[in-house]
C-alpha cells in the first residue's frame, strides 16, 4: 500500500480552524471506518487525538474534530492554539492485519 | 502509567544486523497486538511489523519482510526485533507500540537506529 496524501503543511491563525485533508484509495481509508490521527510535537513520539474516523481518546480536546468522505478523511481543528503547533499523520487500516500512514503535516500556528 | 521503553538502537553498517528490545507496564500486556513503527529523519510515519497476543499471528510491511523478525515474551511484557541485512534506508527512529485494530493507542519514546558505512 502506498502511504496516504497529506498536505506537507499548513498554517493558521490562533482561533482559527484549520481542516487537514488525508487522501487514500477504496483499498484504505473508502474500504474501512478504521482513520486515526496523531499529533506529534518535535523531537516526541506520536500521540493519538483520532480513532474510528471521528472518536476521540480520553483527554483529547473536542476542539479536535474527524470525519471520512469516500477515500479522503479530514482533522478539524478548530479555536486554534499556540499548543497545536506540531505534526498530525493520519492513518488507516488496509487489510491483512496492516496499516498505512500518511506523510504528515506540518501545522504552524502564526 | 502506560510505558513503553524501547532499548538497542545505534549505528550498524550496511548488511549488519541489530536486535531493538521494548519493555511495557502499566496495561494488560497480553490484551492486544504489538507493533513496531518507524520514522525516518524528516519522514512520516511507517507501520511495518505485528504480533499478536499469542505470538501467533505475525504480519510485515513488504519493506521489512524476510529481513526483521518480531517476537514477544509475554512473561517479560517485552517485544523484540531481529534486524538482519541493514541497508541505508532503514535509518529511522523506531518506535514500540500497543494497537487496537485501526489504531495505536500507545507509544514508546523510540530509539534510534543508523545504517552508515
Known amino acids: 500500500h502506498s502511504a496516504l496524501t497529506q498536505p506537507a503543511s499548513m498554517s493558521g491563525s490562533p482561533g482559527q480552524s484549520i481542516t487537514i485533508s488525508c487522501t487514500g484509495t477504496?483499498?484504505?481509508?473508502?474500504?474501512?471506518?478504521?482513520v486515526s490521527w496523531y499529533q506529534q510535537h518535535p523531537g516526541k513520539a506520536p500521540r493519538f487525538i483520532i480513532y474510528e474516523i471521528n472518536k476521540r481518546p480520553s483527554g483529547v480536546s473536542d476542539r479536535f474534530s474527524g470525519s471520512k468522505s469516500g477515500n479522503t478523511a479530514s482533522l478539524t481543528i478548530s479555536g486554534l492554539q499556540p499548543e497545536d503547533e506540531a505534526d498530525y499523520h493520519c492513518c488507516s487500516y488496509a487489510g491483512g492485519g496492516t496499516l498505512v500512514f500518511g506523510g504528515g503535516t506540518r501545522l504552524t500556528v502564526l | 502509567q502506560v510505558q513503553l521503553v524501547e532499548s538497542g538502537g545505534g549505528v550498524v553498517k550496511p548488511g549488519g544486523s541489530l536486535r531493538l528490545s521494548c519493555v511495557a507496564s502499566g496495561f494488560t500486556f497480553t490484551d492486544g497486538y504489538m507493533s513496531w513503527i518507524r520514522q525516518a529523519p524528516g519522514k512520516g510515519l511507517e507501520w511495518f511489523a505485528d504480533?499478536?497476543?499469542?505470538?501467533?499471528?505475525?504480519y510485515y510491511a513488504d519493506s521489512v519482510k524476510g529481513r526483521f523478525t518480531i517476537s514477544r515474551d509475554n512473561a517479560k511484557k517485552s517485544v523484540d526485533l531481529e534486524m538482519n541485512s541493514l541497508r541505508v534506508e532503514d535509518t529511522a527512529v523506531y518506535y514500540c507500540?500497543?494497537?487496537?485494530?485501526?489504531?495505536?493507542?500507545?507509544w514508546g519514546q523510540g530509539t534510534m537506529v543508523t545504517v552508515s558505512s
Open positions: 477504496n483499498s484504505d481509508v473508502g474500504n474501512y471506518n478504521l
Open positions: 507500540a500497543s494497537r487496537s485494530l485501526g489504531y495505536v493507542a500507545y
Open positions: 504480533i499478536s497476543s499469542s505470538g501467533r499471528t505475525i
